[in-house]
């Protein structure tokens, strides 16, 4: 079992409303990456975080930021929801040095917008 | 840009029967590549993984892989099908641990 949790585990949401979304690191990674899976879909990715800044972003709009803290957790916050955004998203903490790379998933947070 | 390609939405199999999962991918860059299982209402575990070395890759649960480079393939193969390995599988490709490309995924059905 990893250290990576999200929360909340469900959550549900009006079009039109913000949400955000947290997720911990496994201990000793400095990367946190963020992922929407729509149903039957596989994951999209919407941005990284590494030592606090982004470091790399997918083709989601602007209404779709983050943020890293210094313990390296993160949150994922979605202003003026619409009803697509309704998915599964996932957090993934992760660490690449030397050759090697280590990267584990949480169990994801299931967001309904109605 | 990097893409995957999943063509097989569902693979039914027989318990103790091989197992392979195809995978493609298209990049004009070398690229890492990952293979990740999912269960039900579950997150992603990564299966395995190549960054570089022997094309021939092992992970866990018997589960492994080959890097094909001139046929842009990985795919996954197990020799034995269990009833546990039922769920969803995904390839990934990576250029540099930044930013992760994913396939549809293919789902595994295991008949005993």
């Known amino acids: 079992e990893t250290g990576v949790t999200q929360s909340p585990t469900h959550l549900i949401k009006t079009r039109g409303q913000q949400v955000t979304l947290r997720c911990s690191s496994q201990s000793g990674h400095n990367t946190v990456s963020w992922y929407q899976q729509a149903l039957g879909q596989g994951p999209q990715f919407i941005f990284q975080y590494y030592r606090e800044e982004e470091n790399g972003r997918g083709n989601f709009p602007p209404r779709f930021s983050g943020l890293q803290f210094p313990n390296y957790s993160s949150e994922l916050n979605v202003n003026a929801l619409e009803l697509d955004d309704s998915a599964l998203y996932l957090c993934a903490s992760s660490y690449a040095l030397d050759g090697r790379y280590e990267q584990y998933f949480g169990p994801g947070t299931r967001l309904t917008v109605t | ?112």
């Open chain 2, 1 to 112: 840009a990097q893409s995957v390609t999943q063509l097989d939405s569902q693979v039914p199999v027989f318990e103790e029967a091989p197992v392979e999962l195809r995978c493609n991918y298209s990049s004009s860059v070398s690229v890492y590549l990952f293979w990740y299982v999912q269960y039900p209402n579950q997150g992603l575990q990564l299966l395995l993984k190549y960054l570089s070395g022997s094309t021939l890759v092992k992970g866990i649960n018997g589960f492994e892989a080959e890097f094909k480079k001139s046929e842009t393939s990985f795919h996954l193969t197990k020799p034995s099908a269990h009833m546990s390995d039922a769920a969803e599988y995904f390839c990934a490709v990576s250029h540099n641990f930044n930013k992760f490309y994913f396939g549809s995924g293919t789902k595994l059905n295991v008949k005993p």
